[in-house]
């Protein structure tokens, strides 16, 4: 397995085990990844005889644990489900869900999905994480920063706790489930059209089972995210078990599907 990604140095793609090699000698360089190959080459040929045969030796090691890196996939086949396309296409599920390792942006991609369709139509949106004492630990930078890459964002005005689109009313805001007392957060989830629950690996059971009845207005959905560990959470048990809910769309994401992991 050699993928390949948008190189830091250009508007280019390049194999995983020429990236690897490059980055490995950048940092034994300790210069930028942005550096060309052409300059880090010339910066190679003026290193002392000892740096050159250290940086050479890191480049091989790197590469040669590329099929190591990217590997690994889930022990149920990818079925190329795209769950974030079909939230932002209206299809009629319950439940968009992406699971996989870190570096895959799945973050990413769901803030710049509810942003799209948040600002072609009302929608009234919660960020929810099952631990969130400060709007700092919500993903509300996240969504201030996609809103400002995105083609609407004159539409959109941010507050300290929440965001709102002026063209189409649609209200973004972010809550804590904080474990034990997320009966609390019931009745600021009633009417609610789409729940983004980030980082659902956290979730206790309790928790989802206090979200599920609860979203519930027609025509809503929820979007989970989350990064499996070792032992199965409540929330890999709910959407990767036997029986998972009906009308729900799940995909493994992972970091091949980003093209800008370097």
């Known amino acids: 397995m050699n993928p390949v990604f948008l190189a830091p140095w250009g508007n280019m793609r390049v194999s995983a085990d020429v990236l690897e090699r490059h980055c490995a000698v950048c940092r034994a360089l300790e210069i930028e990844y942005s550096t060309t190959p052409q300059q880090l080459h010339a910066a190679l040929q003026k290193a002392p005889a000892d740096t050159q045969a250290k940086a050479n030796a890191q480049a091989a090691t790197a590469a040669a644990r ?19 396309t079909a939230l932002k296409e209206g299809r009629p599920y319950d439940h968009f869900g992406l699971w996989g390792g870190r570096g895959g942006v799945k973050s990413h991609g769901t803030a710049e999905a509810i942003i ?22 919500s993903s509300k930078e996240l969504f201030d920063t996609k809103i400002k890459e995105s083609p609407w964002a004159a539409d959109w005005e941010s507050t300290e706790f929440e965001l709102r689109n002026k063209r189409t009313g649609s209200v973004i805001f972010f809550i804590g489930l904080n474990g034990n007392n997320a009966e609390s957060v019931g009745k600021p989830l009633e009417g609610i059209t789409i729940l983004w629950v980030d980082e659902a690996q956290l979730l206790t059971q309790h ?22 560990g070792e032992d199965p959470s409540p929330v890999d048990q709910l959407f990767r078990g036997e029986h998972p809910p009906e009308r729900s769309l799940v995909s493994c994401v992972l970091v091949e599907d980003n093209p800008y992991l370097y």
Do not use: H
Request: aromatic share 8%; proline share 10%; net charge positive.
């Open 66 to 84: 590329v099929p190591a890196l990217f590997g690994w996939r889930p022990e149920s086949p990818l079925n190329g489900a795209r769950p974030l």
């Open 116 to 137: 799209e369709v948040a600002s072609l139509r009302k929608e009234r949106v919660a960020g929810a994480r099952e631990y969130m004492q400060r709007i700092k630990e």
């Open 207 to 228: 928790s989802i089972d206090i979200i599920l009845p609860t979203i519930r207005a027609e025509g809503s959905r929820c979007v989970w995210t989350w990064n499996p």
